[in-house]
């Protein structure tokens, strides 16, 4: 037998294996777009992880099976891959094992509701968590008031009558203590929402030790007096010391004191004369001079934060967030200028978690939004906006706070209303909303804003702006707006029926020849998300966009950034589809590939790329499959994978599934 056959042979028996017992190997899981992780297969045949399709089930329901999120049929059996049956890994044994629960609740006849009332002390735990949860609908309460009912009808039919009832009668009694429950549980879950934002796993990540100025000063004052140090080496051993023993300096004004101490500092002259102002700013709120003295104060305070980052670390830890918090919230609407400039103070002080709880605990995010839904200047608008995104970049709490103020339809209202003035903060304001980079909760909620953006009417106002073509100059922000926005398959759907495509294969062409690559990249980035789509794949291919890409890649053949982007597109349209594999080898994808590799052997990512596109144009087309491997990728692979660690796995996979036997080696 011959080596192309004996691959084929191979091939066709680990995709029968694959049939019977793992997933596909060129699938995810469709709920959290990864590869599998201790992969299970319900009755209907879809794949995904254990993990995954418990985690949904646990926030859906608490007594109905699952539903399958790809055809929406009822799941009453997990079925783990048979290889994981036999590891002993801790996590792998715990979602066994919480598959195998899983199993025996749903499991029908006799047996099953022996294992109902065995498993009863778990449903019973499970029923009262999902109670704690806020965001649980309504419809908990009539579950309980049944229960408390069929309660009461248990206990009229025995002869026990040991409940006091008054004129309410048994049957009251037991339903208002189910209401009252209802009540406490939920009550107890906020309380609990509440607690763990402020200090648990929304807190710090982590105690950082601090010091305070004049801490600081007495150290270097005795560094002077008792060691005899000349001021510059007092500062500096204080310094060293201090960081070595893992103090946060950030803030502190690391002078020597009497020479020109902290009250010298031009931060902090700042801040004692905004603090003057505001004792009497009541009583002054209308006086010109005054609104004359803040604006140079706020842009002398800007200045100082912008032009060097430690002033901005000065300025937070002395209360400048507070302090502009303060005047935000006093300061008339119609005086623009003051406002203005506060605004353009205020967001350079929101640098980190620390600066952003403060500016949250300073009720930030209602001043703000209350600025931006009564203001028609639209430079306040454009620094509002920009304090929003600076506020929200990676704080999870205050992404929430943001939602529930509505700034959803705020930003719609000023997309319709401003145009593109204030755009290009707006985009960077949507970005910030729907970026998922609070490393402190286990997971965002960014899923669901995206989907209330889309609601909103803010996707369609973004596809508008993609047909503006490349000479619109928020266009670059307008593709990164949008990528995060386009969460699901509806959305990308309906990006594409608004004309998305069609604007970014544009843009797509107009930036090859134009030689932008900032809008090459982002344009490819974008049409990938939208790619993941079924139906937008087909679209993209009846479009030309194959040659159309591989148009691109060759103006950009020097530039490994955007030959990465063209072929994650490709990889995304050759998944699950070996006809769409074909296509791209007729196109020129494989030579793509081949010749990227071949020049750029040290860009990671963009090797790492290759593997996963050859991946795909090759598991399920064994003619691309002998193809590539007569024009010689192999060699270029196996270095890929010997040369990047962050490419063994992709390389690994993209030798298996070309048919080689020596694919692990």
């Not at 996590?91 to 199993?103: A, P």
């Not at 990540?205 to 000349?230: C, H, K, Y």
């Not at 973004?462 to 995060?484: M, N």
Request: glycine share 6%.
């Amino acid at each position: 037998m011959d080596l192309a056959s004996g691959r084929e042979s191979g091939d066709g028996d680990r995709t029968d294996r694959g049939k019977q017992d793992s997933p596909p190997d060129d699938d995810v899981c469709p709920i959290c777009f990864g590869d599998f992780t201790v992969p299970c297969k319900t009755v209907c045949g879809h794949w995904y992880c254990g993990s995954c399709i418990l985690q949904l089930w646990n926030y859906t329901a608490t007594s109905a099976p699952c539903k399958c999120p790809m055809c929406s049929r009822s799941i009453y059996k997990l079925t783990p891959q048979e290889l994981l049956l036999h590891r002993r890994e801790e996590e792998i044994v715990k979602v066994l094992t919480d598959v195998h629960r899983y199993n025996l609740l749903f499991i029908g006849g006799a047996r099953g509701f022996v294992q109902k009332v065995y498993q009863l002390p778990s449903y019973v735990k499970r029923y009262l968590l999902a109670m704690l949860d806020p965001d649980r609908p309504h419809p908990s309460v009539s579950e309980i008031r049944l229960i408390a009912m069929l309660l009461s009808a248990l206990y009229m039919a025995t002869p026990f009558d040991f409940i006091p009832t008054g004129r309410l009668g048994i049957v009251r009694v037991f339903d208002y203590t189910a209401v009252l429950l209802f009540v406490m549980l939920r009550l107890v879950g906020f309380f609990q929402r509440r607690r763990l934002a402020r200090r648990g796993e929304m807190g710090p990540p982590g105690a950082v030790r601090t010091i305070s100025q004049e801490a600081f000063d007495d150290l270097v004052r005795e560094n002077m007096e008792e060691l005899g140090m000349d001021p510059a080496e007092a500062v500096q051993d204080a310094i060293e010391t201090l960081s070595l023993q893992g103090v946060d300096l950030s803030g502190i004004v690391t002078c020597a004191p009497g020479e020109s101490g902290a009250k010298d500092n031009p931060v902090i002259q700042c801040l004692d004369g905004l603090k003057c102002i505001d004792s009497d700013f009541k009583i002054q709120i209308h006086d010109k001079e005054v609104h004359s003295e803040l604006v140079a104060l706020f842009d002398q305070l800007a200045h100082l934060c912008v032009e060097e980052s430690g002033n901005a670390a000065i300025a937070m830890r002395n209360g400048g967030v507070e302090l502009v918090c303060s005047f935000c919230s006093k300061v008339p609407i119609e005086c623009d200028r003051v406002l203005l400039s506060s605004l353009k103070a205020l967001t350079p002080m929101l640098y980190d978690i620390q600066s952003t709880e403060t500016f949250k605990n300073s009720d930030g995010p209602r001043i703000v939004v209350d600025i931006l839904k009564i203001s028609k200047n639209v430079e306040i608008l454009v620094n509002g906006y920009a304090a929003v995104a600076a506020a929200a970049t990676g704080n999870e709490v205050l992404k929430e706070s943001f939602m529930e103020l509505k700034i959803d339809e705020l930003i719609m209202q000023t997309l319709s209303r401003q145009g593109e003035a204030c755009i290009q903060s707006v985009y960077d304001t949507i970005r910030a909303l729907l970026t998922a980079d609070d490393n402190r909760v286990v997971a965002s909620q960014v899923y669901g804003y995206a989907r209330k953006f889309a609601k909103a009417g803010i996707a369609g106002a973004l596809v508008d702006s993609l047909h503006e073509g490349i000479t619109s100059p928020g266009l670059v922000s307008a593709c990164i707006a949008l990528r995060s926005i386009a969460v699901n398959d509806e959305i990308c759907k309906y990006i594409a029926e608004n004309g998305g495509i069609d604007a970014l294969l544009r843009c797509i062409d107009d930036s090859g020849e134009q030689g932008n690559k900032s809008i090459a990249r982002v344009s490819c980035s974008l049409l990938s998300k939208l790619a993941g789509s079924d139906a937008n794949k087909n679209a993209i291919i009846e479009k030309g966009g194959f040659d159309r890409l591989i148009r691109l890649s060759s103006r950009f053949s020097e530039d490994p950034s955007v030959l990465q982007e063209v072929m994650s597109i490709i990889s995304v349209i050759c998944l699950r589809s070996s006809d769409n594999a074909a296509r791209a080898i007729e196109a020129g994808a494989g030579d793509l590939a081949m010749q990227s590799m071949q020049k750029f052997p040290l860009a990671q990512q963009l090797q790492r790329s290759s593997c996963l596109m050859i991946r795909n144009l090759v598991v399920r087309n064994a003619e691309n499959r002998t193809l590539l491997l007569n024009n010689g990728i192999e060699k270029y692979i196996r270095k890929a994978k010997q040369n990047h660690e962050s490419c063994r796995d992709a390389a690994t996979d993209a030798l298996r599934d070309l048919g080689l036997d020596d694919y692990n080696l």
